[in-house]
């Protein structure tokens, strides 16, 4: 109740001095309850009182103008590695509103965790980052990409790696069911390394096993690993992603909210888009990527295999519902970067073949062969997407990555997929309220992943804070122009640090490595 006392008597204690004092804003506190109005001082990091400070000083005093000030977002659904290292500073999250990130989804993380945060403390970060232990990364490290079941040792083996991970800081274990070599596992197996991170009280996050015609079988699964292991699950970017099933989210919010109604913590997360995005090997037959590159060039060099790949990928996309392969966009090719921004169809075209579906599954087998590519794929529906966005439990994610401006061409998600929220959700739609997107974005996952002291504008918590006009927040990314910077957040504060100051970023490195701690 301390905090209470504080905001009670903030008005009547002696003057104080701060470091930074926001004056008149519209206060949002992530809770999901009405907004108030209220001066806000932050010192050393930390939010210090929230009331009426009109007699106190700071070194630094900013006036709301009738702004709104809340939480900064926690993206809980990220994939950064690889990239954080380039660009630390996390500019397209910063400007998105985005203070804190949780990497290591979909099964795929680092592994020597101690050393990668040493790294990244030495860099310098721009904003705040947790991390889950991946299945996939894990696995990999025990049995390469072999399509079999783990052995007892194995399994006791990938426990040691996922029991490791979570004393050095790990928030949870994740999975990602549909990629290799995840895919080669049982429940059993899931159930058995979850366990190793539900020791520390982990949450188990899961890119589900399948999000079409297999969903209530993926989402019982999901839920049954939480159950059997005693964790809090997060179901991963939840969506339709079966052009014959739109509509099915009807039946599968239902059935998450039938586990919830039984006593398993179980909560979903969205990116605010109807493109998916993911790699290239998915249009694949899983078995056809096993035990290596070595294994799969071989795969494609034998007559015979190659036919029942190509057969089997046409029965992949009929199942889908798509007709061709227009859906899928390359993003980045680096073999040949003129492929990027078009879809198979097109480059099958370019390459003077027919358009038939038989020719686009031999140029995906080409870019296979040059090493893969990064692919959207617009497989969903906006009625799917905006019925999941309506549910309580649905949280806002990217399942973006940090970018290098102008390399490629990502989902425009890791550039605004809070802004697009803000602005076309909540502003011109009306799908949800102004202090319900906010919850979503801050307390939601703060709950889910046991950050403690931030997702909420509470004194005593990290100043991580949002200074902005909700009516000119406005995502600018575009599937043809990805690389434009979200405007309207005024300011950022990363730990009490203003990262952006009038939509602009600064060069400061307050973010930290957030370390799980039981």
């Not at 860099?123 to 990409?145: C, D, P, Q, W, Y």
């Not at 996952?445 to 991580?464: N, V």
Request: with cysteine; charged share 25%.
């Amino acid at each position: 109740m301390k905090w209470f006392l504080i905001f009670l008597l903030a008005g009547s204690l002696p003057a104080a001095h701060f470091d930074i004092l926001i004056r008149d804003a519209r206060v949002i506190d992530g809770s999901g309850n009405p907004w108030f109005r209220a001066d806000v001082a932050i010192q050393s990091g930390r939010v210090a009182a929230i009331g009426n400070l009109k007699g106190d000083t700071a070194n630094r005093i900013i006036p709301a103008r009738g702004r709104v000030l809340t939480p900064g977002f926690i993206d809980v659904h990220t994939h950064v590695e690889g990239a954080v290292e380039l660009v630390p500073r996390g500019d397209n999250y910063l400007l998105d509103g985005v203070t804190s990130i949780v990497t290591g989804n979909c099964g795929g993380s680092r592994v020597n965790l101690a050393a990668w945060f040493s790294q990244l403390e030495e860099k310098g970060l721009g904003l705040n980052l947790a991390t889950l232990i991946g299945h996939n990364s894990v696995r990999r490290e025990v049995m390469g990409t072999a399509n079999r079941p783990a052995t007892p040792d194995e399994i006791q083996q990938m426990r040691e790696f996922i029991d490791r991970a979570m004393r050095e800081g790990a928030v949870g274990f994740s999975t990602g069911l549909i990629y290799i070599p995840g895919t080669y596992s049982n429940t059993e197996e899931v159930v058995a390394l979850a366990r190793a991170a539900a020791r520390h009280d982990g949450v188990y996050a899961s890119h589900m096993r399948d999000e079409g015609e297999k969903i209530t079988e993926a989402i019982t699964e999901a839920v049954q690993v939480g159950r059997e292991a005693g964790m809090r699950v997060q179901i991963s970017h939840f969506k339709i992603d079966n052009r014959k099933l739109w509509g099915a989210s009807v039946q599968s919010i239902a059935l998450v909210e039938q586990f919830r109604r039984d006593g398993v913590d179980v909560v979903v997360d969205q990116y605010p888009y109807d493109h998916s995005s993911t790699n290239l090997g998915i249009t694949l037959p899983s078995w056809a990527l096993a035990d290596g590159e070595e294994a799969v060039a071989e795969r494609l060099a034998s007559a015979g295999t190659r036919a029942r790949i190509q057969r089997e990928m046409a029965d992949l996309l009929r199942i889908k519902g798509q007709p061709d392969y227009s859906y899928a966009t390359v993003a980045t090719f680096k073999p040949d970067p003129s492929f990027e921004g078009k879809t198979i169809s097109e480059i099958n075209r370019a390459k003077g073949r027919a358009a038939t579906v038989e020719n686009e599954i031999e140029t995906i087998l080409e870019i296979i062969q040059q090493g893969g590519a990064s692919m959207v794929y617009h497989s969903m529906s906006m009625d799917d997407v905006e019925r999941i966005m309506r549910y309580p439990n649905t949280g806002v994610a990217s399942d973006g990555g940090i970018r290098e401006f102008g390399v490629g061409m990502p989902h425009p998600r890791s550039y605004g997929a809070n802004a697009r929220v803000l602005a076309e959700f909540v502003r011109n739609r009306k799908v949800l309220t102004l202090e319900d997107a906010i919850r979503r974005m801050t307390s939601l996952p703060a709950r889910t992943f046991g950050f403690q002291d931030r997702g909420l504008l509470r004194p005593g918590f990290a100043a991580d804070l949002l200074l902005f006009d909700p009516a000119r927040v406005q995502d600018k990314a575009t599937y043809q122009q990805p690389h434009q910077y979200t405007e309207g957040f005024d300011f950022v504060f990363v730990n009490g640090i203003p990262m952006v100051e009038e939509g602009q970023l600064t060069g400061a490195r307050p973010g930290q490595v957030i370390r799980h701690k039981p």
